[in-house]
């Protein structure tokens, strides 16, 4: 027997977390499936009128992405909390961060990839043109990393509080609103024929940040709860 | 070696000890007493880095457990009161994947013959939602078996909803452990005789 290095170890968690969703499909589908009934209420409710349809387009698939992305939140660590796993991972010889890390890319990897894949699909009902899809699959691709990044923050911070749904809302919701002007800022600019790579690039730019800071802070946060 | 200096541990309002110190060399068991509530899980916890000590230092072999965590994780293998069980995972992806992130690498021959060893054999594929509390408790302690190379274990209540057979199966383990120069901390309410071992015991008032 001997000690397994970084690479096994951080696979042996991410094919952990796959492995419990592919068992509990239906919290992947809840959220999947929230994402594409909320986008698809907009046009039955505001009416089949294809120019206001193109310009809410952006901001409410961004909206309903942040809401579907928080929905999924509440369950990154609590059960692994409350059934002692989080100990376990907290006396890893492997570093907290990039254990955390691993958890999140798993996690993103079942709720926040299918949304930007359905994306494209929902972008017909609003009439957006190819581009306007394509700029907003593209823009989703990086958001959604940073929604799952930023909100591990929010889901470690409320580990062991009651009522910790509605906090995680209130913590998280106003850290995304970055992601959801640039998100929707992108879109709704090559909408009107505008380059949309700036905000693209600001997109990117919030990737890597989060990527730097957020499992740092969750790992702290989760060493705080733990203790 | 184990070396706890000066420990003091507050929970809330409530000072649960203050001024424990005490050292485990290899080879040597610690066994902690007290009544419900005296704070033998927060000294294990304690002991392990995940709890901060209000004062005093807790060291492995010379270095200070909470600013050498990487190698002294790297010795110890530690059960908690939470089992770390999944209901949904099977008994062997249970083990297989709770060792993968401690960093012990095992085979699944292995992970198969350490369950089978607890009574676990033909119940490997089974969602663990399907065992009894007893047998979630083997699939968690069947970690012994696989991470035997690690020289500190620190079991909180290992016995607990344990059968006889499962609790001299234990035994035996912490034996070889023993003997192997390994060391041991652990709590449990139940009586256990190990014999001739170095077993020190430590009361904790409460």
């Known amino acids: ?227 | 070696m184990l070396e706890a200096v000066n420990l003091e541990c507050v929970r809330g309002q409530r000072r649960l000890f203050h001024g424990l110190s005490f050292d485990l060399a290899d080879g040597h068991m610690l066994w902690v007493l007290g009544p419900n509530g005296s704070g033998k899980t927060s000294l294990l916890r304690l002991l392990c880095g995940l709890l901060r000590p209000e004062a005093g230092t807790v060291r492995w072999n010379g270095e200070q457990v909470r600013s050498s965590r990487d190698s002294f994780y790297a010795s110890l293998l530690y059960l908690g009161h939470a089992p770390a069980v999944k209901d949904d995972l099977s008994a062997r992806e249970n083990l297989s994947f709770g060792l993968g992130q401690s960093g012990v690498a095992v085979s699944r021959q292995e992970v198969d013959a350490a369950l089978s060893e607890f009574g676990l054999a033909d119940r490997e594929e089974l969602p663990c939602r399907a065992l009894s509390q007893g047998q979630k408790r083997r699939v968690a302690l069947a970690r012994l078996t696989l991470g035997a190379d690690r020289p500190l274990w620190i079991l909180d209540e290992p016995f607990t909803a344990l059968d006889a057979q499962a609790i001299g199966l234990v035994q035996s383990h912490l034996v070889q452990h023993l003997t192997r120069g390994g060391s041991v901390v652990l709590t449990s309410h139940q009586e256990v005789d190990f014999g001739a071992l170095p077993v020190k015991r430590l009361r904790l008032a409460g």
């Open chain 1, 1 to 227: 027997m001997n000690t397994l290095g970084l690479a096994p170890v951080l696979t042996s968690v991410v094919r952990r977390d796959l492995t419990l969703a592919l068992r509990r499909r239906s919290d992947v589908l809840t959220t999947f499936f929230f994402f594409i009934i909320v986008v698809s209420l907009f046009p039955l409710g505001v009416g089949p009128e294809p120019n206001t349809l193109r310009s809410i387009a952006p901001g409410v698939v961004w909206v309903a992405a942040l809401l579907a992305s928080m929905l999924a939140l509440a369950r990154l660590f609590a059960s692994d909390f409350s059934d002692g796993t989080l100990e376990q991972l907290a006396l890893s010889p492997q570093p907290l961060v990039l254990l955390v890390a691993a958890k999140v890319l798993a996690h993103w990897l079942v709720t926040g990839l299918p949304l930007v894949l359905i994306a494209p699909v929902l972008g017909l009902q609003f009439d957006l043109s190819a581009e306007s899809v394509s700029v907003m699959t593209i823009a989703l691709l990086l958001g959604t990393p940073c929604l799952s990044l930023i909100g591990s923050i929010g889901a470690a911070l409320t580990l062991g509080v009651r009522g910790a749904g509605g906090l995680l809302a209130l913590l998280v919701l106003p850290l995304y609103i970055p992601v959801l002007i640039f998100g929707a800022g992108a879109v709704s600019a090559s909408a009107e024929g505008m380059p949309a790579a700036g905000h693209l690039s600001l997109l990117g730019a919030f990737v890597l940040i989060a990527l730097v800071l957020a499992p740092w802070a969750s790992a702290a946060a989760i060493r705080i709860a733990l203790e």
